[in-house]
Antibody
Framework: QVQLQESGPGLVKPSEMLSLTCTVT????????WSWIRQPPGKGLEWIGYIYYTGNTKYNPSLESRVTILVDTSNNQFSLKLYSVTSADTAVYYCARAVDSSGYHAPDYWGQGTLVTVSS | DIQMTQSPSSLSASVGDRVTISCRASQGIRNDLGWYQQKPGKAPKRLIYAASSLQGGVPSRFSGSGSGTDFTLTISSLQPEDFATYYC?????????FGQGTMVEVK
């Protein structure tokens, strides 16, 4: 059973960088795409982007100038970096397996989510 | 971006009711649509993919239909554990986009 777990600081100052890591257990990160998705408190879901295990990425144009997603296959992890954050970036951040084993691009396995608050 | 519009935004229903949630895409997305259930404080859970394929382990009272721009999630007989918020997701084009959600509440 594939499991994902987000980790990283829960509080980030405005204008600084948000950095989160997702650790995948119960399966290999290789061969799959991996996503970051966020949800501001009380609001809906926003797709941030995804990365293939080879390092190829696709980002949401609304965030593309400020986001980087990286993969570390040796540690079965992938990460999110969001630069120049503001209070609008306060959200629960989820990592997920972006494409299932049949090739459908609807995330099937999700982490539990981690709340990141942007505040001084 | 493709806009996904769900209706209604919320509904009140009783155990045993048949519930229908709609999702409309701003342009055709073939059948590249998923449905998710989210309970408070939890991650979304995939119910349906490819518009009508039931995720393994999901009760058969859940079903999805539609293609192109109009899609429906149906719960044939609402159970106590089904009170939650439901989201559609299109994955036909980047960026992937979600509907705004439909909250199913106890009547």
């Amino acid at each position: 059973q594939v499991q994902l777990q987000e980790s990283g600081p829960g509080l980030v100052k405005p204008s600084e960088m948000l950095s989160l890591t997702c650790t995948v257990t119960g399966g290999s990160i290789s061969g799959y795409y991996w996503s970051w998705i966020r949800q501001p408190p009380g609001k809906g879901l926003e797709w941030i982007g995804y990365i293939y295990y080879t390092g190829n990425t696709k980002y949401n144009p609304s965030l593309e100038s400020r986001v980087t997603i990286l993969v570390d296959t040796s540690n079965n992890q992938f990460s999110l970096k969001l630069y120049s954050v503001t209070s609008a970036d306060t959200a629960v951040y989820y990592c997920a397996r972006a494409v299932d084993s049949s090739g459908y691009h609807a995330p099937d396995y999700w982490g539990q989510g981690t709340l990141v608050t942007v505040s001084s | 971006d493709i806009q996904m519009t769900q209706s209604p935004s919320s509904l009140s229903a009783s155990v045993g009711d048949r519930v229908t949630i709609s999702c409309r895409a701003s342009q055709g997305i073939r059948n590249d649509l998923g449905w998710y259930q989210q309970k408070p404080g939890k991650a979304p859970k995939r119910l349906i993919y490819a518009a009508s394929s039931l995720q393994g382990g999901v009760p058969s009272r859940f079903s999805g239909s539609g293609s192109g721009t109009d899609f429906t999630l149906t719960i044939s007989s609402l159970q106590p554990e089904d009170f939650a918020t439901y989201y559609c997701l299109q994955y036909n084009s980047f960026p992937q986009t979600f509907g705004q959600g439909t909250m199913v509440e106890v009547k």
